[in-house]
């Protein structure tokens, strides 16, 4: 008896922050429209305030946390997308690759626009995707397609059950990195508990496993790439991360800082190498590392062309690129230094000047790549990682186009790092949906000015000003 009440006493408060959440997760579920700004940002914030408590307060019982991270997920489970009209798209594509057509070359406009309905419920997801997705080619890499098609197989004449098949495939992708993510933090020596700053996020749930957004999928390869480099698997790893950019293409942007991993590399490693060592056996030959680097893009760049050949034809290279452009000459959506320049552009020559912005922010974000490559240290896996999250944030700080779920892939390499920004992002990026928030789903830039000024000062204050702290005080984070 004695036993059964230090057991409640222990676990009474974890037990009421998990009822509370799920009744939470059930409302946002369940029963939120997206236009319902104030109820939507309420339960966001409760929701947050819940999981930080959470991780806080049991963050040495693993078991308990992974539980209840996936028991969030299965709330999910019949639930439609409330927040996004995305997966309208990805269940027309993946049927249009069923029935033998390639998703590629023609948009859902041209065939709603003649009367054609390709396949069964064709009407209902070209409404529901809107006209902005309808009226464009499908950008999504292969094995996203595989995803949709699998959906497709299962569920062909389902829309709730092509939901269930891809959600379960991102709880799966989820569990995948909560493995791998596990070992590599132990392997780098940081504290296990980190990831849980990922998976148990409810931004991370409500994102990836509730608007099925599959960023879930390429993290996963991602974090089990980078886990298999660290472990010398090198082929392996460059297999698995030509199935990461085969999901979304935003892992290319690393590709250059792997240089010194190869070619400035220590033999056995920054982290086991010893004085008993001699120090001609601590350096790979630079031409054996330059050959192994080369070997490396070879495997990712041919298993990635394998990939896309199923679609090939000049067509698919056309529309793909153009389709692809978009998101830089065309869209914009919660940015910042973007909206700054393009204010500049309203000022000084009266008119937006995206197309000339657009073309010049990934010549400026390469560059950058290139300087973070070649000019700071990047021999370990971790300093990698922190080199990934410096080059992509400054993508993002850049871009013309920010929606929420892009920050997942920030967060889970903050998992590895010293940086807390990603994890403020994934609280304030709830405000960039106020853009509902009216009919014409305007942005208020007052209040993505509010978002961006919590993050860059947060971020200004880890990277410029903050003293870093010791292997003990990372113990107790």
Request: with cysteine; glycine share 4%.
């Given at each position: 008896m004695a036993l059964n009440t230090a057991f409640f006493k222990l676990y009474k408060i974890p037990l009421l922050l998990v009822v509370s959440s799920v009744l939470f997760y059930f409302s946002f579920g369940y029963d939120l429209l997206r236009t319902d700004y104030t109820k939507l940002i309420i339960l966001y914030v409760v929701l947050f305030f819940l999981f930080y408590k959470l991780v806080q307060i049991s963050k040495h019982n693993l078991k308990f946390l992974a539980l209840i991270a996936f028991g969030f997920r299965a709330i999910f489970i019949l639930a439609i997308p409330n927040l996004s009209q995305d997966f309208y798209?990805?269940?027309?594509?993946?049927?249009?690759?069923?029935?033998?057509?390639?998703?590629?070359?023609?948009?859902?406009?041209?065939f709603i626009s003649v009367g054609e309905f390709p396949f069964e419920q064709a009407k209902e997801l070209y409404e529901g995707m809107g006209s902005l997705s309808a009226g464009h080619y499908s950008n999504y890499p292969p094995v996203n397609q595989l995803c949709f098609v699998i959906a497709g197989l299962f569920a062909?004449?389902?829309i709730l059950g092509s939901v269930l098949v891809m959600r379960l495939i991102i709880i799966t992708a989820?569990?995948?990195?909560?493995?791998?993510?596990?070992?590599?933090?132990?392997?780098?020596?940081?504290?296990?508990?980190?990831?849980?700053?990922?998976?148990?996020?409810?931004?991370?749930i409500i994102e990836l496993t509730g608007?099925?957004?599959?960023?879930?999928?390429?993290i996963f390869f991602l974090v089990w790439s980078l886990y298999l480099l660290h472990s010398g698997k090198w082929k392996f790893a460059a297999l698995i991360f030509a199935l990461s950019v085969s999901v979304k293409?935003?892992?290319?942007?690393?590709?250059?800082?792997f240089y010194q991993w190869f070619v400035r590399k220590k033999s056995v490693g920054n982290e086991i190498a010893t004085s008993q060592?001699?120090?001609?056996?601590?350096?790979?030959p630079a031409s054996a590392g330059m050959t192994k680097l080369v070997g490396f893009y070879c495997i990712i760049g041919i298993t990635s062309l394998l990939l896309f050949?199923?679609?090939?034809?000049?067509?698919?290279?056309?529309?793909?690129?153009?389709?692809?452009a978009l998101w830089f000459n065309n869209f914009e959506f919660n940015a910042s230094i973007y909206y700054v320049a393009r204010e500049i552009g309203y000022l000084y020559r009266g008119w937006n000047e995206i197309a000339i912005i657009g073309k010049i922010i990934p010549i400026i974000a390469v560059l950058f790549v290139l300087v973070v490559?070649?000019?700071?240290?990047?021999?370990?896996?971790?300093?990698?990682?922190?080199?990934?999250?410096?080059?992509?944030?400054?993508?993002?700080?850049?871009?013309?186009?920010?929606?929420?779920?892009y920050i997942a892939t920030l967060l889970i390499l903050s998992v590895f790092t010293k940086y807390m920004f990603p994890l403020v992002w994934s609280f304030v990026i709830i405000l960039s949906y106020l853009a509902y928030a009216n009919r014409d789903n305007a942005e208020n830039l007052w209040i993505t000015g509010l978002e961006y000024l919590v993050v860059y000062s947060v971020f200004i204050w880890e990277v410029f000003f903050k003293r870093p702290k010791s292997s003990l005080e990372l113990q107790h984070l």
């Open positions: 798209r990805f269940i027309w594509d993946g049927r249009m690759i069923l029935e033998g057509i390639n998703p590629y070359l023609f948009t859902p406009e041209s062909g004449k389902s989820d569990f995948g990195t909560l493995c791998f993510g596990k070992r590599l933090l132990e392997k780098l020596n940081i504290p296990v508990h980190n990831i849980f700053w990922y998976i148990l996020n409810p931004f991370i608007n099925l957004h599959f960023e879930a999928l390429m293409l935003i892992p290319l942007l690393f590709l250059p800082l060592v001699s120090l001609k056996a601590l350096w790979i050949l199923p679609f090939y034809s000049s067509e698919f290279i056309t529309n793909y690129t153009q389709t692809v490559t070649f000019f700071r240290k990047n021999n370990t896996i971790a300093e990698i990682i922190t080199a990934m999250l410096l080059v992509l944030s400054f993508y993002y700080f850049t871009t013309t186009t920010v929606h929420p779920w």
